[in-house]
Nanobody, 116 residues
Framework: QVQVVESGGGLVQAGESLRLSCVASGSIFSFNVMGWYRQAPGKQREAVAIITSGARADYADSVKVRFTISRDNGKNTVYLQMNSLKPEDTAVYIC??????????WGKGTLVTVSS
């Protein structure tokens, strides 16, 4: 079965940085699209950043300057470098991957808490 495992969340103060990692495995099909979503309690899940196997990246406007998404295709790993964190970035960050045949899988999430 496909596994999607995130790591790197934690508690930081505003202005600090974190780097999230997500490793996908278990598919005979390539993970063409990988990305990060986030969800805070009582709020809708929102897309933060996504990246294709060709390294095309898209960001939510709220994070476009501060966050950088990247991937290592050989490791099936996607990263999210999060700089200048703000309290409003506090959420569970969830990794999403999509295979070349359109299958989508979600990780369990990693919690990011930013204190003011």
């Amino acid at each position: 079965q496909v596994q999607v495992v995130e790591s790197g969340g934690g508690l930081v103060q505003a202005g600090e940085s974190l780097r999230l990692s997500c490793v996908a495995s278990g598919s005979i099909f390539s993970f063409n699209v990988m990305g990060w979503y986030r969800q805070a309690p009582g709020k809708q899940r929102e897309a933060v950043a996504i990246i294709t196997s060709g390294a095309r990246a898209d960001y939510a406007d709220s994070v476009k300057v501060r966050f950088t998404i990247s991937r290592d295709n050989g490791k099936n790993t996607v990263y999210l470098q999060m700089n200048s964190l703000k309290p409003e970035d506090t959420a569970v960050y969830i990794c999403n991957v999509r295979t070349s045949i359109g299958q989508a899988y979600w990780g369990k999430g990693t919690l990011v808490t930013v204190s003011s």
